[in-house]
């Protein structure tokens, strides 16, 4: 294996109660009834799909580019609000293991390009990723493979020689639809995504880290 390709939520920011909570809160200002019709997290899902199952869901009357573009920039609010951006215990400590090992490493995520600069500022992880590629640059969002494959493209790696980090069970599928590996990742309490699909399940970064430090190869986990 050449490559690690990280998805960003879940896996490398704690961001999805982060999000639950926010989107919650902005679905009852558009005039959503929660109370009928409980919120359901959606995992790996670009923000325009998102958005679509959620107009159609909530019988929203706005416009889907609205309702991208409001959503967008609210949460930036938010986010801009918090002292500090959490990130996923054990994540910083692979990262580092993995180019000390000599890995490419990039990142692909359903997110938009400015929310994953912005965490990726936050957390002074910018300069780890060879290559960045969000949701708004592919045409099909995950479960397609299409954002793990340019990311594969732009590194200049075969897909077959790249390992995904994933979360979510479209992340999942995304990767393997892709060509490539997937380690699923299910260490947080809140994540309940099905992630029988992938190569190997972790829960613990710090244990790959130090595995990987080791020597080990991460399909051999």
Known sequence: ???IIFDMDGVIV??????????????VELGADLENKPFQPRRGLTTYATWEILRAEYELEHEITYLVERGRKRYMEFLDTLEEIPIIDGVRELLTSLQNAHYRIGLASSA???RIAFFLDKLQLT???????SGDDVEHGKPAPD???LAAKK??????DCVVIEDATFGVR?????GMKCIGF?????????LSEADVIIADFYKVANFVKDGGRLLDL
């Open 174 to 178: 995304a990767a393997k639809s892709a």
């Open 155 to 160: 590194l200049g790696v075969d897909p077959k």
């Open 186 to 194: 299910a260490g947080m309490p809140e994540n309940d995504q099905d």
């Open 127 to 133: 300069d780890i990723f060879e290559v960045v590629v």
């Open 14 to 27: 704690d961001s999805e109660p982060l999000n639950d909570a926010h989107m919650k809160a902005h679905l």
């Open 147 to 149: 954002c793990y494959q």
């Open 112 to 114: 938009n390009p400015k």
């Open 1 to 3: 294996m050449e490559a």
